[in-house]
């Protein structure tokens, strides 16, 4: 404990939050001997990775006001400042008041009585704003939660795999446009993965309680071979897919080694010492991927060489394609924080058009009636030169372009400005005074 609190300390005097992942919808299978104190599992409910918790059966009321403690304890004694809710779709309550709301509402009094901000983000994959509703509206006030959508259309659109839920996303490009402008592509319409309606309208939130990435630890870990986009995708492609995570009105979320394109894979990997457990995760893992085509390349998750393989390389040598991507990188993060239009949540339209051999994807951010306050950015969402239309602006220059040789482009002869290379995006904005570029 103390280790943590040193290292939580350490990155607040570097002004770095600290978000903690915490999983309440179930624990661990070894080890696990809460059962033998207390009603803390039910068998009313099942998830894929042990019993569920007891939130609204028979003496539930301790084991509800262990999980509050909890928060309270992390916020109190570490001084954490966020939790991320582990797939809370897991989390089963039916009781008169939802833990969730519960949990925000612990971790708000905690958080007021240090006169500090704490941030509680819900990881669902039910496209549901009731997370996010006020409690006056029947919601649980979390403060944001994650969205997949975007991930699953950016993923399709450059590898191409339809396997598994990636089946929804079979127009990726025009489902894009919608993720961006509305958060959910699956907003109560038919999921044909799921064979059913999914999802519920985005309800007016603001784009600041979403979070998007383009890589996430079970993104890329849950794949059977733990490919990362870097193995998956070309420098171009990532590039792109780099542009569309930090210039869209969300959230981003970066995956460890993404901003200079890690190539070592990510696998699922674990530890256990029963012989049966262990067989039983070897097992688990080939049944899981039975929908997709990996099912016979798995590595062993119990083996240490898995492991070993997902270990960081921290390597962007000067001139290099992982030097050119952390620069890029670098250039976006620090127009999300100089140019008013990336901080603004509200305002936001994404279009996709037909240009000359394939599909343009215009993003716009920032209030349309507020000259200097908007930024245009325009993606080529495919592999041959297009030309695009400048924007009817004259405050917003171009600013930046991904295919040029300090993104680690090889573009040869820059072309005139509206013809975008292949997987190029450009962006037009006002120049900041202080941008490095």
Request: proline share 8%.
């Amino acid at each position: 404990p103390r280790g943590l609190q040193r290292l939580v300390d350490a990155c607040h005097a570097h002004q770095i939050s600290v978000i903690l992942d915490v999983v309440y919808n179930h624990l661990g299978p070894e080890g696990n001997y809460l059962r033998e104190f207390g009603p803390y599992f039910t068998d009313r409910y099942h998830t894929p990775w042990g019993q569920a918790i007891n939130f609204d059966g028979p003496d539930a009321a301790p084991v509800r006001q262990a999980v509050l403690d909890n928060v309270r304890y992390w916020i109190r004694d570490f001084h954490i400042d966020g939790l991320r809710l582990d797939a809370i779709h897991a989390l089963h309550d039916a009781g008169p008041v939802h833990i969730l709301a519960e949990i925000q509402m612990a971790a708000t009094t905690e958080a007021q009585r240090q006169s500090r901000s704490v941030h509680v983000i819900a990881e669902s994959n039910l496209n549901d704003v009731v997370l996010l509703d006020p409690a006056e509206q029947n919601g649980y006030s979390l403060d944001a939660q994650w969205s997949d959508d975007f991930h699953h259309c950016v993923h399709t659109l450059l590898t191409g795999e339809q396997d598994g839920y990636y089946l929804d996303f079979h127009d990726p490009a025009r489902q894009l446009a919608k993720a961006i402008q509305d958060v959910f592509v699956y907003d109560g319409c038919f999921s044909p993965y799921q064979q059913r309606p999914h999802g519920r309208p985005l309800g007016g939130h603001p784009g600041d309680q979403f979070v998007i990435s383009i890589q996430n630890h079970d993104q890329v870990g849950n794949r059977a071979l733990g490919e990362r986009l870097s193995q998956l995708a070309s420098p171009a492609q990532q590039r792109l897919a780099a542009g569309l995570l930090l210039l869209s009105p969300q959230i981003p979320l970066l995956f460890m080694g993404e901003e200079y394109g890690e190539r070592r894979p990510f696998p699922f990997f674990c530890d256990f010492g029963d012989d049966g457990l262990k067989e039983a995760v070897r097992r688990g893992r080939r049944e899981e991927f039975a929908r997709f085509s990996w099912a016979d390349e798995i590595p062993d998750p119990l083996s240490a060489e898995t492991c070993a393989s997902a270990e960081l390389t921290w390597s962007w040598p000067v001139g290099s394609l992982h030097a050119g991507l952390r620069n890029l990188y670098r250039d976006l993060l620090q127009l999300r924080r100089l140019l008013p239009a990336l901080g603004d949540y509200r305002h936001r339209h994404a279009e996709l058009t037909a240009g000359d051999s394939g599909d343009l994807l215009t993003v716009r951010r920032g209030d349309p009636d507020r000259s200097g306050a908007r930024l245009l950015a325009v993606f080529n969402l495919s592999e041959r030169p297009q030309r695009c239309l400048l924007p009817k602006w004259p405050e917003c220059p171009l600013l930046l372009r991904s295919e040029v040789a300090r993104y680690g482009g090889t573009p040869g002869e820059v072309p005139q400005e509206p013809t975008l290379h292949g997987w190029e995006f450009a962006v037009f904005a006002p120049r900041p005074p202080s941008f490095g570029v």
